[in-house]
């Protein structure tokens, strides 16, 4: 069974200093990555997604993530962190014809 | 377009009661997802539909929770009787037919369901 694991529950970072948020998976075959991040009171919104191709993905709000298949990670990444990046951010993936299965999400906050 | 729209925004019901929830997905989108938010179980798949038929309701927890979707632009996620233990955020997404369940998914800004 296909499972996605965020290790951190909160992760704290001073504004201006580089992010990451980390993200394992657990895919039979070729994985299909995702992160989503989630405002307070508000649905989860897409940031960027991983299909095939470079590892290096870039996404919204000047975020990235870089898959790392021998590490089977997907951490997403930002190189300086703005105070309005705080936020809860979900990890994703699925093998392909299956829906797509959920981290538990980490609460990243950014202080000024 | 609006966006996955849901409502309502907010339902507080009694224990017993039926509460029915309300999604409009993304005109043209041919896959709809339910899911329920708790702090303790994180973000869970309910059931998911393709082309209105439902594919998977594996995540539904009981007899209770029922969902269909009459067609291309509604479906409604059905709890009778309701719990306490219901009481969730519930979001719907939905998603293009390009990747199939991989594709993007969409998510409408959720109903927050209090049982009391």
């Known amino acids: 069974a296909q499972s996605v694991a965020q290790p951190e529950d909160q992760v704290n970072v001073a504004e201006g200093n580089p992010l990451t948020v980390k993200c394992t998976y657990s895919?039979?075959?070729?994985?299909?990555l995702f992160w989503y991040v989630q405002y307070p009171n508000r649905g989860l919104q897409f940031l960027l997604k991983?299909?095939?191709?470079?590892?290096l993905v870039k996404g919204s709000y000047g975020f990235e993530a870089e898959f790392n298949k021998s590490q089977t990670s997907f951490h997403l990444k930002k190189p300086s962190a703005l105070v309005s990046d705080s936020a809860l951010y979900f990890c994703?993936?699925?093998?392909?014809?299956?829906?797509?299965?959920f981290g538990k999400g980490t609460r990243l906050s950014v202080i000024a | 377009d609006a966006g996955v729209i849901q409502s309502p925004r907010h339902e507080v019901t009694e224990m017993g009661q039926e509460v029915t929830l309300r999604c409009k997905p993304i005109?043209?989108?041919?896959?709809l997802f339910w899911y329920r938010q708790t702090m303790m179980r994180g973000l869970e798949l309910l059931i998911y539909?393709?082309?209105?038929?439902?594919?998977?309701d594996s995540g539904m927890p009981e007899d209770r929770f029922s969902a269909k979707m009459p067609n291309a632009s509604f479906s409604t996620l059905k709890i009778q009787p309701s719990e306490p233990r219901d009481s969730a955020v519930y979001f719907c997404?939905?998603?293009?037919?390009?990747?199939?369940?991989?594709?993007?998914?969409?998510f409408g800004p959720g109903t927050r369901l209090t049982v009391l």
């Open positions: 997404a939905s998603s293009d037919r390009v990747w199939g369940t991989t594709d993007t998914q969409y």
């Open positions: 005109s043209g989108h041919d896959y």
């Open positions: 895919v039979s075959g070729n994985p299909y």
């Open positions: 991983y299909i095939t191709g470079d590892n």
């Open positions: 994703a993936s699925s093998s392909g014809n299956t829906p797509l299965v």
């Open positions: 539909f393709n082309n209105n038929v439902p594919i998977d």
